[in-house]
């Protein structure tokens, strides 16, 4: 019934009036939990966007393969026999039954568990039971199952789009590929998953845990008092409020928020010398890389739903602090649930110990287990709670994005900043929150 009073409402009218109001800072709070925007999401958003489906190096050997998700739809992420990275979309060609039925593996070849059609890994049809008896005039090579239309291997990260006419990734990506490339080019062997990526479900919507990572610095400081408390990471890293923070907005789409250590200084989200040795200018400029020195903390979204953190942790009072990415997809289980997925990874060249301990630290702070992960998912549940309610619905209630916003404000945009976007040296703002609300409505509403 409330399903219905919800849906009857359609995602059109919803996304009428929303520009107006996200341009003063305003978002319906409907948005965190509702069928119909839902179900214009999984074709408007996760269907014409480039969707991150995983790293290369969780693919090492031809025949490696993981099962992958783009909106809702199950793909094969595969590295085929001729080591060619691959997007198939998991439905057998005869009745469409999902062939492959484990969450990573390698194989030369998957068989149909219904009629046993057989499939090589690079997605051809090589074998139909009864071929002579009863298909004699079928074609194979017409039966391959469906892949993505274009999958972009970008430093190692696999995106695919399903959109036959989208736009290059390069186009989607802009000028935002100052920051991300900070990230994932500063040794020659660039970054490596260690481990596979830990999944966990949330009773919260999907864009949850995307606009917090563009930026919600704001919430550091109350949500996560218990982490900053116990000495898991420097107050620097927390980012107080006022001066200490650094937020990207406006950059072709996407956002990010950093920390950065006085200029001169070497942080790199503290890595040890032992792998720092490697960083080098390289394929970055001397402007980015003097950028990736001085991170204390980086985080940041690619629209829509994959999203970064480099930081350094410990997990002890008589350990130094240990630097390590994260790699987040807020995978879409429906309007109220989101399965998180999160991949640690280190740069390749650091030793086989270092990587051992980058990954514990990076269990005690951001995992299902992790002292900074409960708080957040402890939280998230409860807008989409709100976001369901009738009473919602009945008075159109709106949540405040103003944070920074105009005259909110004195921070002015740094006109020196070196990098892209729009930039603020200050963590009392939520610029990136809206840059997300905005790159998504415009997708929501865009024609054809
Ligand atoms: S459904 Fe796959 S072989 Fe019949
Ligand atoms: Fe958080």
Redesign the pocket.
Known sequence: MADDMHSGNGAAALLAGMQKDLEKGLLPLRVFNDRAIYDHELRHIFARSWVFIGHETELPNPGDYALRYIGEDPFIFIRDSAGVIRVLFNA?R????Q?CRTSMGNAKEFT?P????SYSNDGKLTGVPARRQGYRQLNLEEWSLYSAPHVKNYHGLIFANLDPNAVSFEQHIGRYAWYLDTQFLLSDGGMEVIGEPHRWVVDANWKQGAENFCGDSSHTQMAHRSAMEAGVVGTAAAGAPGKSGLHVHDCDGHAISTRLAAPGSTVFWEYPEEVTRHFKPGRLSEAQFDFARRGVVHDGTVFPNFSYLHLGVTDSAEKSAAGFLTMRVWQPRGPGKTEIWNWFLVPKEAPAAYKQRAYEVGMSSFSPSGSFEQDDVAIWPSIARSARTVFAEMNDIKLNYQMGLDEMSDTEPLTDWPGPGVAEASNAGEGGLRTFHHTWLRQMTKRG
């Open positions: 057998c005869h009745r469409g039954v062939i149909c219904y009629h046993g059609w």
